[in-house]
């Protein structure tokens, strides 16, 4: 199947012939459905902490962060590009009328003062039109003023990152997300004077956020009293996935190549296994908010964290009693409430085990990464949620889902998917070191079977694309997983560049 070029191509992305005939087989074999049992709700695996509870997450947390010698890491994945930010704004370019006609169109003009990047976009007018953008307008050329925004020669903010784009107004200039995360690191996830912080970036704009941590870091170090320590990372080559034709063979490029692709967000558990850290914040690069409404981020933050260091130092307690040999039947009991109830992990099984295959049991479900995700009240987005999910071995866990793992032919599961009360925002925090202080290889407890398969197209051609099992989705299957319900105040996403009008982006 395979030429002697192909086994170059192969090696020289740092893969295996085995690993892409593997890649092959799951494309012809396709991947199963999760098999569920419901999904999480409040009192279901959902936390709903009240303000003691969250007085004492904070607590906990700040006191974790006080004894030193834990490190903290920020990871933000960044490598998405805006082009669909402004899928609205290219239509318009190209339509053939020529000034605002759909509703978003009009809303856009009507209050594109209020963008933190108005004034860049003014300046680039001026230089590459002769006229401010309020004189394009008012001689109804809108599409020279969209075109600024979106092209090479003004904006760009068509190809550039969403990371990279302005997104708040202040006094003492607009902020792009990549700040904002750096404020955010600053209030919550710094310690010692020092707050960690790392981007995973696509290789074309790696440059652009160095160049802007350049301009930026020393201020606010400034602000903040902190110092930065700021890294990046890119999708590495050797996680990409073949594509393959409709009949399921290796897609050629016109030199006669292999293509591969960029294998999804699941790719990342790589570069999150490279981390360095005790503890790691996750969160997406658009869910930022100013200054004057980050209280409730912070305080969030916070508290998923104090959870997650209470949760695991349990953890870590009972593993080194079973390491210990000193234990009672009793104890052994009240071991497995912890992980029945508090990381809502069950097995059918429990009850026909001796004491020494129960140890054995225990060990297994607690010496694992652990994640505490936040969870919002279910508004209608699109996107994944918590559920109760049945795993390889038979147990059922805590596990955030996305629509193409679910049979949508199977009417109890969509019923389940389509009632569920909460939403998953991308709000994570992260041990990934064993109770012995060893950091875990994470691509151990991804799921394989979790992956899918979607349909794409090359040139004109179609082709079928392989994405791994999703980051916080099947890479993270086999981690000990607790939902706690959050504030939507703290979810902000931006899909489009209208909704940086709203009031949460203003």
């Given at each position: ?491 902000n996403p931006v899909k489009t560049v209208n909704d940086l009008l709203r009031d949460a982006h203003q």
């Amino acid at each position: 199947m395979f030429t002697e070029a192909d086994y170059k191509q192969i090696e020289g992305r740092g893969m295996t012939v085995a690993k892409v005939e593997h890649q092959l087989e799951q494309v012809r074999q396709g991947f199963p459905f999760l098999r569920l049992e419901g999904a999480a709700a409040v009192g279901k695996g959902i936390i709903a902490p009240d303000e003691a509870a969250r007085q004492k997450a904070v607590a906990d947390w700040e006191a974790y962060k006080q004894q030193g010698g834990h490190k903290v890491v920020k990871f933000v994945p960044a490598s998405g590009a805006a082009s669909r930010m402004f899928k609205n704004m290219f239509a318009f370019v190209s339509a053939d009328y020529d000034v605002p006609t759909t509703d978003f169109e009009k809303k856009f003009f009507a209050e594109i003062h209020e963008f933190a990047f108005f004034d860049a976009l003014c300046d680039k007018c001026k230089a590459n039109e002769g006229k401010t953008v309020d004189e394009l307008i008012g001689t109804g050329n809108y599409k020279a003023v969209a075109a600024n925004m979106l092209e090479t020669a003004g904006l760009n903010y068509g190809q550039l990152p969403k990371g990279l784009l302005l997104f708040h107004s202040y006094d003492d200039g607009p902020r792009t997300p990549m700040e904002e995360h750096l404020v955010e690191a600053a209030l919550y996830a710094g310690s010692n004077g020092e707050a960690n912080v790392h981007f995973t970036v696509s290789h074309d704009h790696l440059e652009l956020f160095e160049k802007r941590v350049a301009e930026k870091q020393n201020y606010y170090e400034q602000k903040f009293g902190i110092h930065y320590n700021i890294s990046f990372s890119e999708q590495k080559p050797s996680t990409d996935t073949i594509a393959t034709n409709p009949d399921n063979t290796p897609f050629r490029n016109e030199d006669g190549s292999l293509l591969f692709r960029p294998g999804g967000h699941g790719a990342l558990i790589e570069n999150l296994n490279d981390i360095d850290a005790d503890v790691v914040f996750i969160k997406n690069i658009d869910n930022v908010v100013p200054d004057r409404l980050k209280a409730d981020t912070v305080e969030w933050k916070q508290v998923i964290a104090g959870v997650l260091v209470e949760m695991q130092r349990k953890a870590f307690d009972y593993l080194k009693v079973l390491d210990s040999g000193v234990y009672n039947h009793q104890k052994l009991e009240e071991i497995i409430r912890f992980v029945q109830r508090e990381l809502c992990c069950r097995t059918a099984d429990l009850k026909e085990m001796e004491d020494a295959e129960l140890v054995v049991y225990l060990r297994q479900k607690l010496n694992r990464p652990m994640r505490v995700c936040g969870v919002v009240k279910n508004v209608g987005e699109p996107g994944g949620g918590p559920f109760l999910a049945y795993n390889q071995d038979g147990s059922v866990s805590l596990q955030i889902l996305e629509s193409s793992q679910i049979d949508t032919s199977n009417e109890a599961y969509m019923k389940m998917f389509t009632g569920g009360t909460h939403f998953n925002p991308v709000d994570l925090v992260c041990a990934i070191r064993d109770y012995k202080g060893q950091p875990f290889h994470l691509p151990d407890y991804v799921d394989e079977s979790t992956g899918f398969i979607s349909s794409k197209s090359k040139n004109g051609r179609e082709l079928k694309a392989l994405e791994l099992p999703g980051l916080w989705n099947g890479a993270m299957s086999n981690w000990n997983t607790i939902f706690v319900e959050v504030p939507l105040s703290t979810f902000n996403p931006v899909k489009t560049v209208n909704d940086l009008l709203r009031d949460a982006h203003q």
